[in-house]
Every structure is written in structure tokens, then in C-alpha cells.
């Protein structure tokens, strides 16, 4: 374990989000965290429009959003915070995504293995009820998140 | 802009690729563009740090790649007049072969069958060796056939 592993798990994803390029050019924020389970959110830009006639969000959005709130789920999953890489990721598009709403995505990683976890994760704008996209992805773990510094420096 | 096919229309036309792009603002913020090439329509995203999901590494957002995939598919169908409207993503199904790294991405789509109102779209992409894929998926979109736009 490092100093990292012994902050309090929202303070660790928090830190750990806070690091992501992609993520903070969206501007992709965590709301809620427990063990295996984190609530995010992307507010909406203009830059954010896939659909140059309805004004719908894009899809990709959702795909990043779904993809970092999974991979986030299954790497707060286990007791010491790990490192994942997407092996897959399924998303079905329920209903498009009107333009001027933030996005949130609630993923829960519901198994973890020794090497795979695999999540669920649905996507809505207004009412979590009615979601804009579901999905199922799985993850494989890579080792540790926060890694000790290495002796070589 | 109500008629995004026929501006399209005209930028192929022309081969304006930008042009068609440019309509999209989310595939203008990730870099996306595109050309004919070899007889394929062959798209890229062009490396940007804003694109970066793995610091460390440096590797692409695993995100990033399934919009650049999405959207290719999107403009490849839009481009070959297979649908009157843009098409509709139904499902993306995305698997990650190995990481993306902080360069250029590349990707080729391929309608694997057209329906009346769907075509299910596979798309590869690939860095700089078109051997070694990155990610593929198989999507399904939701087509707008012209009869359709009549009725409405």
C-alpha cells in the first residue's frame, strides 16, 4: 500500500480523476462514490452537439462519460485501488441525449475476479428512471493505481 | 441547417471533406477528419493531449476512441447516401485490443449489411501499423429511408 491507498476512497478517485486530460477538457465530475458503485457527471458544452440539426448530444459523449464511470467503478472496486484496462464495452442507446442537460452515468462493477471486473452502468440526463444509454463492459486489472515510487527514482 | 445530406452531398461533390466535417462539433473537438484513399474512406483522429485518458502511460481516453470509431461510422454512411437522415446509433459495441497511444489514430468502416432501416457498420482502427488494431466495434444505426421523409 502506498500513502495514496490510505486516503478515503472518494478523496483517491477524486485525486485520480482530477489527473485525466480527456476527462477534465469534458469537465467530468464525481458526485457520489462507494465500494464498486460511483455517480459522474458531464456538464453540457456546445462543443458537445453530434447532431448538427436536432441539437442531440453525441453518442461519444456518452461513450467516454460510460467508459470512465465504469473503469472508475471497477478500479475504487477492490480494496486496494487498481489500475483497469476496457477489454469491452456494449452501450445501447436508449433515446438521444437533448442538448443543454448535463449527463450523469451511475456504474456499479458487480463482480470482481482476480484478473476481470465486470460492470453495469446507465446513463440519463433529467430522470435517472429514464435512462438515454445502458451498458455492460468488462475491465481487466493491470496492478496497483497509486504505485510506490520506484527505488531507480 | 436543415439539410445536412445534401450539404454533404455538394462537399463530396467538391471533395470538400473538411467541409462535411466541420458540421459536427463534437468530431471538430476531437480532431477528427478524413479523405478517400485506396479506394476507402479513411479517417483519423489526429493526436491532441486533450485526447489522453491514461497520463502515466501516455495512452488515448478508451472514450475518445469510441466517439472517433462512432463518428466515423456516422460520416461513412453519411457520406455514401446510405440514409436520407443522419443515421441513429441503436448499440456500440467496442473491443479494446490494445492501448492507444499518444499519436495518430486511424480507422476504416465497413457496412457489413444494409437493411430497409438499419445497417449494422464494423469499424477497425489502428495506429501506426495497420497490423496491429487498437480497437474494433460493431455498431447498429437506425437509417431514414426517403419515403420516410415523405410521410413525414
Given at each position: ?9 472518494d ?8 489527473r485525466l ?7 467530468v465530475?464525481v458526485?457520489?462514490?462507494d465500494?464498486g458503485?460511483l455517480?459522474?457527471?458531464v456538464p ?12 442531440f ?30 477489454l ?24 470482481v ?9 446507465s ?31 | ?48 493531449e486533450?485526447?489522453?485518458g ?30 436520407a ?5 441503436i ?28 445497417a449494422?457498420?464494423?469499424?477497425e ?11 474494433t ?5 437506425l ?10
Open positions: 500500500m502506498t500513502e495514496l491507498d490510505k486516503l478515503p476512497r478523496e483517491q478517485i477524486r485525486l485520480f480523476f482530477s486530460p480527456h476527462g477534465n477538457a469534458l469537465g465530475e458526485l457520489e462514490v465500494k458503485m455517480l459522474m457527471r453540457f458544452q456546445d462543443f458537445m452537439v453530434g447532431n448538427p440539426v436536432t441539437g448530444i453525441h453518442g461519444g459523449v456518452i461513450t467516454t462519460l460510460i467508459d470512465q464511470t465504469s473503469g472508475g467503478a471497477a478500479s475504487f472496486a477492490s480494496d486496494v485501488a487498481q489500475q483497469v484496462a476496457t469491452d464495452l456494449r452501450i445501447d442507446h436508449l433515446s438521444a441525449a437533448e442538448s443543454g442537460h448535463a449527463v450523469y452515468a451511475r456504474a456499479e462493477c458487480f463482480k475476479t482476480r484478473y476481470i471486473c465486470f460492470v453495469r452502468c446513463a440519463f440526463t433529467v430522470d435517472e428512471q429514464r435512462p438515454v444509454a445502458t451498458s455492460v463492459s468488462s475491465f481487466m486489472k493491470v496492478g496497483p493505481l497509486f504505485r510506490r515510487r520506484s527505488k531507480q527514482g | 441547417m436543415k439539410d445536412i445530406v445534401a450539404i454533404i452531398r455538394q462537399a463530396r461533390a467538391d471533395g470538400d471533406y473538411a467541409r462535411a466535417m466541420n458540421l459536427f462539433p463534437y468530431a471538430r473537438f476531437l480532431g477528427i477528419d478524413f479523405r478517400e484513399e485506396g479506394g476507402e474512406l479513411l479517417f483519423r483522429l489526429a493526436y491532441n486533450r485526447n489522453i491514461n497520463p502515466v502511460m501516455p495512452a488515448l481516453h478508451g472514450g475518445a476512441i469510441g466517439a472517433f470509431m462512432e463518428h466515423a461510422a456516422i460520416m461513412h454512411l453519411l457520406w455514401n447516401m446510405e440514409s437522415m443522419q443515421p441513429k446509433v448499440d456500440f459495441s467496442i473491443d479494446y485490443l490494445r492501448p492507444g497511444l499518444a499519436e495518430d489514430t486511424f480507422a476504416v468502416c465497413r457496412v457489413v449489411r444494409q437493411g430497409q432501416r438499419v449494422n457498420v464494423s469499424v482502427t489502428w495506429q501506426s501499423n495497420r497490423e496491429k488494431i487498437v480497437a466495434a460493431r455498431a447498429h444505426f437509417l431514414t429511408r426517403q419515403e420516410d421523409l415523405v410521410e413525414q
